[in-house]
T-cell receptor
Framework: SQTIHQWPATLVQPVGSPLSLECTVE??????LYWYRQAAGRGLQLLFY??????ISSEVPQNLSASRPQDRQFILSSKKLLLSDSGFYLC???????????FGEGSRLTVL | SQQGEEDPQALSIQEGENATMNCSYK?????LQWYRQNSGRGLVHLIL?????REKHSGRLRVTLDTSKKSSSLLITASRAADTASYFC?????????????FGTGTLLAVQP
């Protein structure tokens, strides 16, 4: 069966520090991969998606970047965090024609 | 921008009652999906309804879709305290193989024991 792992679960970082969130998927190959952000009490905002190694599409201009160095690995990064980067970050994968998403448990980032 | 808007934003009911949540969307779709999120956790896929379907059932869940009104509803029958969660509808307005889902703002359901 397929599983998705996301880490770290929580992170408290000072403004201006770098960020790296990692996500890996097991039990499937060539999945579509996604990073979403959820602000407190809000819906999900799609940040990045990837349909293959090295193929990244950004949905919104921002302080963040994403990379896919391996087929089942998706990384969210920032060189210098802003206060507005605080939120709940969710990684997801999709591999079905109908497009159901399977989410990780999320990473809560607090920027102070 | 939000493709889907759920209504109500919050709903509080007693155990055993039914809970109905509504979703409106803006563009044409191939399918509409509902997800559940427990507090502080990832989302879990509940049910998918295709654009050529009008109603679908899964256990205590019943979903309807009205493409003419661009709306969907999720009914949870005989609710339980464990159903307490946020519920989101999601659509893919882009089509193709990217499966870029756009989520609504969610309905927070509280089921009182």
């Amino acid at each position: 069966s397929q599983t998705i792992h996301q880490w770290p679960a929580t992170l408290v970082q000072p403004v201006g520090s770098p960020l790296s969130l990692e996500c890996t998927v097991e039990g499937t190959s060539n999945p579509n991969l996604y990073w979403y952000r959820q602000a407190a009490g809000r819906g999900l905002q799609l940040l990045f998606y990837s349909v293959g190694i090295g193929q990244i599409s950004s949905e919104v201009p921002q302080n963040l970047s994403a990379s896919r160095p391996q087929d089942r690995q998706f990384i969210l990064s920032s060189k210098k965090l802003l206060l507005s980067d605080s939120g709940f970050y969710l990684c997801a994968w999709s591999g079905t024609p109908t497009g159901e998403l399977f989410f990780g448990e999320g990473s809560r980032l607090t920027v102070l | 921008s939000q493709q889907g808007e759920e209504d109500p934003q919050a709903l509080s009911i007693q155990e055993g009652e039914n809970a109905t949540m509504n979703c409106s969307y803006k563009t044409s779709i191939n399918n509409l999906q509902w997800y559940r999120q427990n507090s502080g956790r990832g989302l879990v896929h509940l049910i998918l309804i295709r654009s050529n379907e009008r109603e679908k059932h899964s256990g205590r869940l019943r979903v309807t879709l009205d493409t003419s009104k661009k709306s969907s509803s999720l009914l949870i029958t005989a609710s339980r305290a464990a159903d307490t969660a946020s519920y989101f509808c999601a659509t893919d307005p882009y089509g193709g193989a990217t499966n870029k889902l756009i989520f609504g703002t969610g309905t927070l359901l509280a089921v009182q024991p």
